[in-house]
């Protein structure tokens, strides 16, 4: 290219100016510069001898070459945006060459900017039709966002200009493997298999690093696992990019709904369709979460009215609304517990405080439903446990307290049960207490069994023992109130009885058609109840 001057580009004014300047010359501004031109400016510094200045023009392209070579440095150091902004610049100055679009697609890409460096592949591959390594750009770009598809048919494109190239045949494996995994996400999220869904998604999302989609379809799994924490993460980190995506606020109202907090979720789906009104899932679910709010609260206004069957009825139909909720099921299962207990369905009570558990390990209301039905069973020992769990889950004073009288009444309950004896309630009346002695005095006094078999006698000698040592304990106040109270009773007090002498209190001075005379000891007696004979008229 022939040397001249340029006075019509500024550019090229600035590359005369800094060569000028370079060479010693007086720095004027480039208005200045002009003005005067550039012999005299020459002339100044140089006094006319030196001859003309001269410079070397540059061309178009090499102006864009040179864009191109500082965006490669920029590129080299990792400073994906000044490169950016280089190859743009090339881009301007050369619009129709291929390779400057394939620069700058890497760049967006390092940047995370997948859509804008699929589009400059796209426009890479239009200027140039058999451009190999624009394929493989757009291909990767494809993978990145999730459209496996997509991405095989760039990448076979490629592998028919170049069809000895291993390193396409590799990539078209990845995709083909990525397919694959996309292929066991949609099979499983069909049957529900949400677990299985997660493990398939994270194999995709190793490669479709950029797919909302995807990303969007693991959180809404995570929801259904309960995993609500890391759904939030991942629907805040897609609205920060985007504040009205549909199916970020779909999601993040669908994990609200699961962990029952019904308004806010209804104010989320009501955003959803009024971003997109056709929004099928948003749709479904509202019209659910509405049906359980209503469901629930028409069974607990049948409970207030003392219509407990009708209650527990409600409650029933209720949770078949929408398993997957777990602490709105939690709920049901413990309102239904409580329904049962009112109607005296105390196994079914537990069963149902138990599945409520199982829902929300942490249920503490579950959990103290549970201890009192095993209190009522007189299952201690389970009631003690649940009582332990509130305890780590909530150690309040009335907690404690509950603990404390569990593991009371469980101390109580392995001893002999003196109420149960005489078959009476614990807050039996002293007459109540004599009645039901006669009664069972009489019914199991060994002379009343005399020619039944060993073993039956045996048995109606230890029953005539028992109540008359129950009646001797519920019979003194003292004794009483220790034993109501949970403290030992000592053996001199509780077991030396002797039964035939509280018996013969009750009968043996009134004549009352009973007689006590003392037995020979061929009678068969056992000599152990004191030698009497008992004789019914």
């Known amino acids: 290219m022939a040397s001249t001057y340029c006075c019509d580009s500024s550019s090229d004014d600035d590359v005369v100016m800094e060569r000028h300047l370079k060479r010693g010359g007086t720095d004027y501004d480039i208005e200045t510069f002009k003005i005067r031109g550039y012999k005299e400016a020459e002339s100044d510094v140089y006094g006319g001898s030196t001859g003309p200045l001269e410079t070397h023009i540059l061309t178009t392209e090499e102006k864009a070459e040179n864009k191109k070579e500082e965006g490669n440095e920029a590129y080299k150091r990792k400073d994906y945006i000044q490169a950016e902004t280089f190859y743009s610049k090339a881009i301007e100055l050369c619009p ?12 967006h890409m390092m940047l995370s900017k997948y859509k804008a460096a699929l589009n400059d592949a796209r426009q890479s591959l239009k200027l140039d039709e058999h451009f190999v390594k624009g394929y493989l750009r757009e291909a990767k770009c494809h993978l990145a966002l999730g459209d496996g598809a997509a991405a095989e048919r760039a990448i076979l494109r490629a592998i028919q200009l170049e069809p000895d190239n291993k390193s396409l045949v590799t990539e078209l494996n990845n995709i083909q493997s990525f397919m694959k995994s996309d292929s066991e996400v949609k099979k499983s999220f069909q049957k529900q298999d949400y677990r299985t869904v997660l493990y398939h998604l994270d194999r995709c999302l190793e490669q479709a690093v950029a797919s909302v989609q995807m990303k969007l379809l ?64 948003a749709k479904e679910i509202y019209k659910k979460a509405k ?34 909720n777990v602490f709105t099921n939690a709920k049901l299962y413990l309102n239904r517990a409580i329904a049962c207990s009112k109607l005296n369905k105390l196994n079914q009570a537990v069963k149902d405080c138990s599945s409520a558990i199982k829902l929300d390990e942490n249920y503490v209301k579950a959990y103290l439903r549970r201890a009192k039905c095993y209190t009522d069973l007189e299952m201690h020992e389970e009631a003690v446990r649940d009582y332990e769990k509130v305890c780590k889950l909530d150690k309040s004073r009335e907690n ?138």
């Open 96 to 107: 129709n060459y291929a390779p400057y679009y394939f620069n700058r697609a890497a760049c």
């Open 400 to 537: 404690t307290k509950l603990l404390q009288d569990a593991k009371l009444e469980l101390k109580k309950s392995k001893r002999k049960d003196y109420y149960r004896i005489l078959g009476i309630a614990r807050n039996a009346s002293d007459d109540d207490i004599k009645r039901a002695y006669r009664k069972r005095a009489l019914e199991h006094h060994p002379d009343r069994h005399a020619n039944a078999s060993d073993e039956i006698k045996k048995e109606q000698e230890k029953k005539f023992k028992e109540l008359g040592e129950a009646y001797g304990i519920l019979s003194d106040p003292k004794k009483k109130y220790r034993y109501d109270s949970g403290q030992d009773v000592h053996e001199s007090e509780g077991g030396d009885f002797d039964p035939f002498n509280i018996f013969q209190t009750f009968y043996g001075g009134n004549n009352a058609n009973f007689a006590f005379s003392s037995s020979s000891a061929g009678s068969g007696r056992n000599p152990g109840f004191g030698g009497f004979t008992f004789q019914f008229n």
């Open 218 to 281: 693991k959180a809404e799994c995570l929801v259904y696992r309960a995993r609500y924490d890391e759904a939030q993460d991942i629907v805040y980190d897609i609205m920060r990019a985007d504040v009205n995506n549909a199916d970020a606020i779909y999601v993040r109202g669908l994990a609200l709904y699961y962990q029952d907090n019904v308004d806010k979720a209804f104010v989320h789906f009501q955003q959803v369709l009024k971003l997109a009104p056709d929004h099928t899932r």
């Open 291 to 324: 049906n359980l709010k209503m469901k629930k609260e028409e069974g607990n206004l049948a409970f207030r009215c003392g219509k407990i069957q009708e209650a527990y009825d409600i409650y029933t139909a209720t949770l078949e609304i929408d398993p997957n």
